[in-house]
């Protein structure tokens, strides 16, 4: 028995939910779109931290509690392919399955559940709302919301070994290299960000390499 953890965003599914989420709020406002799909990827091949993205998106557009939710009532459409069936494979299996993102709890926790990974296994941004359902700000005791390693410490104790995390960005190789995770391996199938690729030990183009790549892990 082993643990695998997930990323969520261009690796569960094949977009980022965040973006998808704030860019479907100013789909008219082409120059607002691609200022956020530049703060994204320059958090995603480690040139900003996490948090300051986080951060400068909710800046440009500020979400409320609905859109979040209505994505994620929408995100199963963009599962990326085999990933339901490798999931049920590893519970089946006796494997602890988590994921962990830098996306909204609310935006991930339905599709986690239509794969059969209960919400106590998400690790990820926990936003604070009004009541009214608007934005009140970013959880400042949130770990996740400063960054997956400072989140995954606090978790780490409970994890079968050997742990194995999969992903496309920085901060899921980050986990690696700084001796969270026993092992890494980067997903491609969405996004081949060049400054992950190159630091990591394997690499699956899909879930059928990915599939393999695990067996011979756990
Ligand atoms: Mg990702």
């Not at 994620?72 to 299996?93: E, K």
């Not at 934005?135 to 989140?151: C, E, H, Q, T, Y």
Request: with cysteine.
């Amino acid at each position: 028995m082993g643990c695998v953890i997930f990323d969520f965003d261009s690796t569960l599914i094949s977009v980022e939910s965040l973006d998808e989420i704030l860019s479907s709020k100013v789909q008219s406002n082409q120059e607002l779109t691609s200022r956020l799909r530049s703060i994204t990827d320059r958090g995603m091949s480690g040139d900003l931290p996490f948090s300051e993205s986080l951060r400068l998106r909710l800046e440009l557009v500020r979400p409320v509690l609905e859109d979040v939710r209505a994505f994620g009532n929408r995100a199963h459409q963009y599962v990326t392919d085999g990933m339901p069936g490798l999931i049920a494979g590893l519970v089946r299996a006796g494997h602890d399955v988590w994921i962990m993102s830098g996306g909204l709890f609310e935006a991930i926790e339905p599709v986690a559940l239509k794969l059969g990974i209960p919400s106590s296994h998400i690790a990820a941004v926990r936003l604070q709302w009004n009541s009214d359902g608007s934005l009140s700000g970013i959880d400042p005791r949130d770990p996740f919301a400063v960054s997956k390693v400072m989140g995954a410490r606090k978790l780490a104790a409970s994890w079968p070994d050997p742990v194995v995390m999969i992903g496309d960005g920085a901060t899921d190789l980050d986990l690696y290299e700084q001796g969270v995770v026993q092992y890494f391996i980067a997903f491609a199938q969405h996004q081949a960000r060049p400054s992950v690729v190159s630091r990591a030990a394997q690499l699956a183009h899909n879930t059928d390499e990915l599939r393999l790549m695990l067996e011979a892990l756990i």
